[in-house]
């Protein structure tokens, strides 16, 4: 079980680091954009390296047990803003995101996220929270199921599965992936069943977001890390599907141009200034090169900006 980091080279750059720094990587993940962050700080500056995922978070500390200048924390990066307080620093220098699913969770036939191999439907990225998939799928309303299917899987069918999913657990309860890939299978027809992409993939992306509150979680640190980061601070986001990159893109564009001045005003008098400026005006993609060599890589976008 191997994690290979991706867009490495163009996040860790994009961060453009310098040596007494201080930085932040929010999803440790295996370590790989960490060790190349701390190769740049060469000793002089400081890491802070977060994740929610035990088997992630001693994983890296032991990838990077050989250097003094990282502290390791295990928290939801949601919570940035109480890490930096509890360790006294105000301000820090840039901001290195990387969601979704890491191949550690993927991999792991005990998480529940992946559909290739029969498991529990889990899909918690903390094991310590509560709320798992299987909750969700058997407990949840099917106004609630519809909602979180079509606004976080972007599944145009997806009345007509949990149509399917409500008949077979009002007989018995759904437990694994395999008996929900099955359900969602009898409710597609052959064409959508033959379409690009695995015929869960959808629904098992909305059951993800929302057992995690990936949304949420990504809002509320977006909002509080633009207090943090100083001047010529960067922030380096790679997003992996359209609704994460669509928020990272809208708030970007947001602190760009604040103003909330009517149009036809001849100046602006609401006093919002531009917070952040734009580093990549399009979002970065991942070479063939990488996406041959990991096609995890395919979705991945990377969108930089920098604190005015």
């Known amino acids: 079980m191997e994690h290979i980091s991706i867009l490495l080279n ?19 993940g295996g370590g790989g954009h960490s060790l190349e962050i701390l190769k740049k700080l060469n000793g002089s500056g400081l890491l802070i390296g977060i994740d929610q995922d035990d088997f992630a978070f001693e994983y890296s500390k032991k990838r990077l047990s050989n250097h ?3 502290i390791f924390v295990k928290n939801n990066f949601s919570e940035l803003e109480n890490i930096l307080d509890e360790y006294h620093i105000d301000k820090i220098d840039g901001i290195l995101l990387d969601l979704g699913v890491s191949s550690f969770q993927f991999d792991d036939r005990n998480r529940g996220f992946s559909y290739w191999e029969e498991n529990e439907l889990d899909m918690r990225m903390d094991k310590s929270q509560t709320l798992t998939a299987k909750d969700i799928i058997n407990k949840y309303s099917q106004e609630r199921l519809i909602e979180i299917f079509t ?5 145009k069918n997806s009345y007509k599965i949990t149509k399917k999913i409500i008949a ?14 099955e359900i969602i299978k009898s409710a597609l027809t052959e064409r959508e ?3 690009t992409g695995h015929p869960a993939r959808k629904i098992f992306q909305a059951l993800r977001i929302e057992v995690n509150d990936e949304l949420g979680v990504l809002k509320r640190l977006l909002k509080s890390v633009e207090n943090r980061l100083n001047t010529g ?9 359209s609704l994460e990159d669509r928020i990272v893109k809208q708030f ?6 604040p103003c909330i001045c009517p149009p036809d005003f001849p100046e602006c008098t609401c006093g919002l200034t531009s917070t952040y400026k ?17 096609p995890r890589a395919r979705s991945a976008k990377l969108r930089i900006a920098e604190r005015v």
């Open 10 to 28: 163009e996040a860790v750059a994009g961060l453009d680091i310098k040596e007494n720094g201080v930085y932040v990587d929010c999803t440790l």
């Open 68 to 70: 003094s200048n990282i």
């Open 151 to 155: 606004n976080y899987g972007e599944e």
């Open 168 to 181: 077979v657990r009002n007989e018995k309860e759904i437990a694994t992936n395999q008996e929900l890939i």
């Open 193 to 195: 069943k033959r379409k």
């Open 233 to 241: 601070g960067r922030l380096v986001v790679i997003t992996f599907h």
């Open 252 to 257: 970007i564009n947001s602190k760009i141009n």
């Open 278 to 294: 734009k580093i990549t005006k399009k979002p970065l993609f991942p070479s063939e090169n990488e996406i041959n060599n990991n």
